[in-house]
């Protein structure tokens, strides 16, 4: 295998929902290989080889986004709250116990609802071919309009606009360092209810530049493996894919496959978007401290997908 993998029970928190008390599922290191799949030892140019035109491929020459709750008839491409609890709950827009997903139309929350006036509490930054997500302090003055949380960044979701069941997912992006610090880029069932129905977690970082976690989620169960790189994920951009099958799934870095594991039976029966985050603080990776370097910058520069590739023959 390409890089060192070690296997880790974490606490993370998503949308208000504590993973800690899930069970762990044990992870193989090494599975079987299935007909027209990749093994980990080569060096993954049969996949790239056999896939077709993408089914979803954003390269952010423009930024469409939106906070819609429910799905308007004609969606943005990107939604920049989760829609969970609805507008007023702290659950819309959660990443983890220390921060929420702001956007420039977040105004906080108020006992009587949403306040009148946005915050300027905007993580986004678009220039044609890159989006970049920043995490920042709450100014003392907003953070009691905004659940008290300390920290906010961003969130972008394709709930609304695309979902496909299976194939090639891939991020090009610059990570941010420092501790405190949580970018993640994931797959999320389009119905059901978490964690029952399942997720994808294709990376997420916890400010160490040479580390990354890759996670699948089945209801109680969970395999978290801990993908130690050869390269500082803060100096430039890489990849960082996931070939989601029906029999098994396998997590890319530049390309390179670096570990795979059974998917579960959860992850068969539907669709999935797509999301990507840049949260701060929780009790997996800890709070920013004194080393911490704000803002944080989540640089995305394409998000792209493929169907699977047809068998051969």
Known sequence: MPFPIIIRRSTRLHLQRFRGAAGLMLLFLASPSLPDAPSLSD????????????????????????????????????RTVFGYGGARSVSNRQMSAGSFASDAQFAGMTPAGPARHPLKLDPFRHEPGKLTILASRTPPEARALAWNKPFYGGAITSKFSFSQKYGYFEIE???????????????????????????????????????????????????????????????????????????????????????????PAALTTQEAYVIANLAVGGSWGGYPDGTTRFPGRYEVRRITVWPLPQPTR
Not at 47 to 57: T, V
Not at 174 to 198: C, H, I
């Open 173 to 263: 992006a610059r990570l941010p360092a420092g501790k405190g610090m949580w970018p993640a880029f994931w797959l999320m069932p389009v119905g059901g209810s978490w964690p029952d129905d399942g997720e994808i977690d294709i990376f997420e970082g916890l400010g160490d530049p040479h580390t990354i976690f890759c996670t699948v989620i089945a209801g109680p169960h969970k395999k978290t493996m801990r993908i130690r790189l050869d390269f500082d994920v803060s100096s430039g951009f890489h990849r960082y894919g996931v070939l989601w099958r029906s029999e098994e799934t396998i997590w890319y870095v530049d390309r390179k496959p670096v570990v795979r594991a059974p998917t």
């Open 43 to 78: 060096d993954g140019a049969q996949l790239f080889a056999q896939l077709a035109a993408p089914s979803f491929d954003e390269r952010f020459e423009t930024f469409d986004h939106g906070i819609d709750q429910a799905r308007p008839a004609r969606p943005h491409r990107w």
